[in-house]
């Protein structure tokens, strides 16, 4: 198992990563300065979702002339939540700053959070883009839909222009790592709790290098999870699909009796085509909805780790490495 340090260190910053060699050394370049000049005890907690390139390998070779990086490799992908929430279990400073490692959010503006956090004595500061126009069309017109969307569906809290670049609290890391979620969302989450908070703006960046980690598939999976962990709207919208369907259906039968009772029943099949269809449309929809909700439930009941842990840097010297369930913390 990891030792604990001595004393924790003031600050750690928490970076998932996946596939992220041809990064790796652009982000550190950057983050390694900035950090040296706060002028304080931190830590990096690198956490790699399962790579499948030389990104755990380059870690450790950059880690030999920088002891602050620590190193926590997954045994398999997990996604970007779920890594996050592994860094954020790992991760000991009394501040922890969550920042991805394609440099869209510049390191540079973690001085000024800490600082905000420290001279406004909030628990949690996010960093706010005031400028994406970095961002393909497409990627900006995906995630307004998805913070339009969840404005309504979860709550006027969620920010519009707020990722997952954040510095929090011990406080609020201690709250988010006793949640019992299985697959919480972040950017969500931080701000349902109601902890004070500030902002602190700044320029959102084109990527470093390498691919986005946030394709169409995973964007639709983030607004699922983002919805089903956070409203049950979708099932009153279904109860309200079922209503509706039943009157049109009723309209339906009442056409045909009097078309019957006025002798103009022909044989026809649209009506009956298209009634099929929106029943059975209707149907696979609500049982979709539903099955979300279950699978969540079935998740639940299981409590199956999220993750396992297949080497933590901290544990050196100890002679092994053995992998560490920390998902579950009821």
């Given at each position: 198992m990891p030792q604990p340090l001595a004393s924790p260190p003031a600050l750690s910053v928490v970076t998932p990563m996946y596939n992220e060699r041809e990064a790796v050394d652009h982000f550190v370049a950057r983050l390694r300065p900035v950090l040296d000049g706060l002028g304080l005890a931190y830590e990096v907690v690198a956490v790699d979702d399962g790579s499948r390139d030389a990104t755990v390998a380059r870690l450790l070779q950059l880690r030999a002339d920088w002891p602050q990086l620590r190193v926590v490799s997954?045994?398999?992908?997990?996604?970007?939540?779920?890594?996050?929430?592994?860094?954020?279990?790992?991760?000991?400073?009394?501040?922890?700053?969550?920042?991805?490692?394609?440099?869209?959010?510049?390191?540079?503006?973690?001085?000024?959070?800490?600082?905000?956090?420290?001279?406004?004595?909030?628990?949690?500061?996010?960093?706010?883009?005031?400028?994406?126009?970095?961002?393909?069309?497409?990627?900006?017109?995906?995630?307004?839909?998805?913070?339009?969307?969840?404005?309504?569906?979860?709550?006027?809290?969620?920010?519009?222009?707020?990722?997952?670049?954040?510095?929090?609290?011990?406080?609020?890391?201690?709250?988010?790592?006793?949640?019992?979620?299985?697959?919480?969302?972040?950017?969500?989450?931080?701000?349902?709790?109601?902890?004070?908070?500030?902002?602190?703006?700044?320029?959102?960046?084109?990527?470093?290098?390498?691919?986005?980690?946030?394709?169409?598939?995973?964007?639709?999976?983030?607004?699922?999870?983002?919805?089903?962990?956070?409203?049950?709207?979708?099932?009153?919208?279904?109860?309200?699909?079922?209503?509706?369907?039943?009157?049109?259906?009723?309209?339906?039968?009442?056409?045909?009796?009097?078309?019957?009772?006025?002798?103009?029943?022909?044989?026809?099949?649209?009506s009956l085509y298209v009634a099929v269809l929106l029943l059975g449309g209707i149907q696979l929809i609500c049982l979709g909805l539903l099955g979300e909700y279950i699978g969540r439930i079935y998740a639940a009941v299981q409590n199956r780790p999220q993750y396992l842990i297949g080497m933590d840097t901290a544990d050196e010297g100890t002679g092994s490495v053995e992998p560490i369930e920390l998902a579950n913390h009821h």
């Open positions: 997954l045994r398999r992908n997990v996604g970007h939540q779920a890594a996050l929430g592994a860094g954020l279990r790992s991760a000991r400073g009394d501040y922890v700053v969550s920042i991805d490692a394609d440099l869209q959010d510049p390191p540079e503006t973690i001085g000024d959070m800490l600082a905000a956090a420290r001279e406004q004595g909030v628990d949690v500061v996010y960093g706010v883009r005031t400028d994406r126009s970095t961002d393909t069309i497409f990627k900006r017109r995906t995630a307004g839909i998805y913070y339009w969307l969840m404005r309504r569906l979860v709550g006027p809290w969620v920010s519009d222009q707020a990722g997952d670049f954040r510095l929090m609290s011990r406080a609020v890391v201690d709250v988010l790592n006793g949640l019992p979620e299985q697959r919480p969302v972040y950017r969500l989450v931080v701000p349902s709790l109601g902890f004070s908070s500030a902002e602190v703006a700044y320029v959102r960046a084109e990527r470093v290098a390498g691919e986005t980690k946030y394709p169409l598939s995973k964007m639709i999976r983030l607004t699922l999870d983002s919805v089903t962990s956070f409203s049950a709207t979708p099932l009153r919208i279904a109860t309200w699909l079922g209503l509706l369907s039943f009157f049109i259906c009723l309209a339906l039968v009442i056409s045909g009796l009097v078309a019957w009772g006025f002798g103009a029943v022909v044989p026809g099949w649209t």
